[in-house]
């Protein structure tokens, strides 16, 4: 695994950065590293990860967009 250093970061980010990973309960480290991997994730992970927070029967089908799309719906 690599590392990376960031400097000079403002005053108010890291505070803000403190509060969330407090939030989360976790540490300020910790919490970047999340933040980094959900922004840069591969589409597999984030094609899963919306697999995993909507259930199989809330999904719509191509055929019920295309029904929407000619009623006019966005």
């Given amino acids: 695994m690599g590392a990376i ?3 000079n970061l403002p005053d108010d980010v890291i ?3 403190k ?3 407090a939030a989360n309960g976790r540490s300020m480290e910790q919490e970047v590293r999340d933040l980094l991997e959900q922004r840069y994730a591969s589409r597999d992970a984030i ?3 919306a697999r ?3 259930p199989e029967d809330s ?3 191509a055929e019920e967009l295309d029904q929407w799309r000619r009623q006019g719906r966005p």
Avoid: C, E
């Fill in 15 to 17: 505070d803000r950065l």
């Fill in 19 to 21: 509060q969330a990973a």
């Fill in 59 to 61: 999904r719509v089908t």
């Fill in 52 to 54: 995993r927070r909507w």
């Fill in 47 to 49: 094609l899963d990860r």
């Fill in 5 to 7: 250093t960031v400097r």
